[in-house]
């Protein structure tokens, strides 16, 4: 092997797959969502307004409509509370870890171990 300008040679290895470097996809399973998507908020549901149909033509229930995206916000909001009761239960058991594992260390350097 040709070695270039005083760089020590390195011994061959195999070749392993490189990670993509925006891996972030990979990372979240489910459907395919572009960056631009944005999900829903409840108050956005709340206030969407369906046009009316012309004159002589069906249309659609303003009552009914309207129900419905009741019920879609409420489901929307239920789901959002879940998530961020979620979020608050995995920082708090993060910030118990941590605590444990720095409890843990000053045991270990105090009995003598890291000496």
């Not at 058991?93 to 350097?109: F, K, P, Y």
């Amino acid at each position: 092997m040709l070695r270039l300008l005083g760089r020590p040679e390195r011994p061959h290895h195999p070749r392993r797959p490189r990670r993509p470097r925006h891996s972030r996809h990979l990372r979240r399973p489910g459907c395919y969502r572009s960056a631009a998507y944005r999900p829903l908020h409840p108050w956005q549901v709340r206030e969407r307004q369906f046009g009316w149909t012309g004159f002589g033509r069906r249309g659609l229930d303003p009552a009914e409509v309207q129900e419905f995206l009741d019920r879609v916000a409420a489901d929307l909001a239920a789901a959002y509370q879940a998530l961020g009761d979620s979020r608050q239960e995995a920082a708090r058991i993060r910030d118990a870890l941590r605590r444990w594992q720095s409890e843990q260390a000053r045991r270990r350097v105090n009995a003598g171990w890291y000496r």
